[in-house]
């Protein structure tokens, strides 16, 4: 069958003829590929800058942004049935006994750094015909959301750090306990029943990640500003205004005007891995805030940070600041709710992300250079 793969040590990358996976246990599940998203990593595999193939193995497969449809099942397998929109999770836990995380079934907080991550991480991915899994990695997709269902796993990068900031944030008489992760975005009502002030979010990048994050903290009612460069005259700032958010050009407004436009940052969600960018908006976080970093930067020269002013700040204004990788169960399920009630309330919105697909005979020239647009992916079935 036809995959796509990375050889790492011949610096190069390409379609290649892979032997068809076939069930192995009875908790197996045989997939048929339909769409695989590209995004930054898939970009640094292929610079050679990251992701490692399997252990004895010259290549990866890669792809980890997938949809597929399920073609056949094992004997046992109860989580899906044949002809299943599905959605594959990404890590696989490591064999450590003692990983209690791993042992959980949280390998996105894996302990030891053994975990295995199909497409990037000793094991191969999805950008192929047909892979096999086991069930217990399967997330059913509504069949209405099939033509933007790629876009569940880079959701679920919101998704979790959302779980995360609720939980974090219930430190606060905010609002989480009124209503869990779904309220966060507001604080409690008034005696007299008026709605409580919405939380303010700030969203550094608008790639993918940073839109979708965008529209996860939209839809918990966060007042979201998207803070980029290039966002002048761009079909982006309309799609960012299309979901009652707010697009902020970099180039006409400098980081330390921001508190001024938006009023206390309550939540910076870092969508762009640009370190030196991320350390100056975290000067402006308001009181009690919390900063939550999502990109991976690439490895630059040092950056200046005034370390003092940066310190005093997170005492004296109560703050948070916390990386999120890798996404649960929890995660790939709020993100389908999600995509669906995302649908329902900017029906234009979902598609206009994916702003182009090619065929999978056409992956390496996509991956060879720099796209424009937003979201590629690479199709694979009809
Ligand atoms: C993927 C995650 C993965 C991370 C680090 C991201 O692109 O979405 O699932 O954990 O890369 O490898």
Redesign the pocket.
Known sequence: MKAFAVFPAQRRFDLINHPEPALASPHDVQLRMLDVGI????REICAFD??TPPDGSDHLVLG??SLGQVLAVGAEVTRVKVGDFVVPM??RPCADPDCAPCRAGRQ?FCATGAYT?RG??RAHGFMAERVVDHEQYMNVLPAALRPVGVLV??L??AEKALQQLAQAQERLPWQARHGGAAAIGQEPAHADGTPGRAHRAVVIGAGPVGLLGAMALRLRGFDTYVYSRSLANDPRADLIRAMGATPVIAETTPVDALPSLTGGIDVVYEAAGASALAFDVMRQLGINGAFIFTG?PGRKAPVPVDTDALMRQMVLRNQLVFGT???NRDAFEAAIADLTAAQARWPDLLPALITRRVPIEQAKDVLAAPTAGIKTAVSIGA
């Not at 995004?39 to 898939?42: A, E, F, H, V």
């Open positions: 995004c930054g990593t898939d990251y992701g980890h942004e990404v890590r996105d991550e990037i991480m796993e880079p679920t990068i991976v990788v890798n996404a």
